[in-house]
């Protein structure tokens, strides 16, 4: 992953600037862990994100609601539309598995980005 957009990751994750959502990028103004990255993403290119007048108020990046765009992927530097975190223990698990399984919270979730990502 590029160090840089890393570093501006866990940044934003433990800033208390963005509400944390689950299982969608980003639905009723929470995000979940992969949608702050989207929308570091959408601030230095300038992109929208869609907004849909639904049940869920969600929102979509670059066609995309649930995972990275790959136009994101590419950006970050990322393997995968949902990256792998290995802990020291050799546990494999994708991001959103801890956002939404776990319920990790942002701090946390910046810790194990931090660590091993």
């Known amino acids: 992953m590029n160090?840089?957009?890393?570093?501006?990751?866990?940044?934003?994750?433990r800033s208390g600037e963005y509400k944390q959502g689950r299982e969608a990028l980003k639905c009723q103004g929470q995000f979940c862990c992969l949608g702050v990255l989207c929308?570091?993403?959408?601030?230095?290119?300038?992109?929208?994100?869609?907004?849909?007048?639904n049940k869920d108020f969600s929102s979509d990046y670059l066609d995309q609601d649930s995972v990275l765009p790959i136009q994101v992927m590419d950006w970050?530097?990322?393997?995968?539309?949902?990256?792998?975190?290995?802990?020291?223990?050799?546990?494999?698990?994708?991001?959103?598995?801890?956002?939404?399984?776990?319920?990790?919270?942002?701090?946390?979730?910046?810790d194990l980005i931090e660590q091993y990502l």
């Open 76 to 110: 970050a530097g990322t393997q995968g539309s949902d990256p792998v975190i290995t802990t020291r223990e050799s546990i494999s698990r994708c991001i959103t598995h801890y956002n939404d399984g776990e319920r990790y919270d942002f701090i946390q979730l910046a």
């Open 39 to 53: 929308d570091l993403h959408a601030k230095e290119t300038n992109t929208r994100w869609v907004d849909h007048i």
């Open 3 to 13: 160090q840089e957009i890393k570093r501006r990751w866990v940044e934003a994750l």
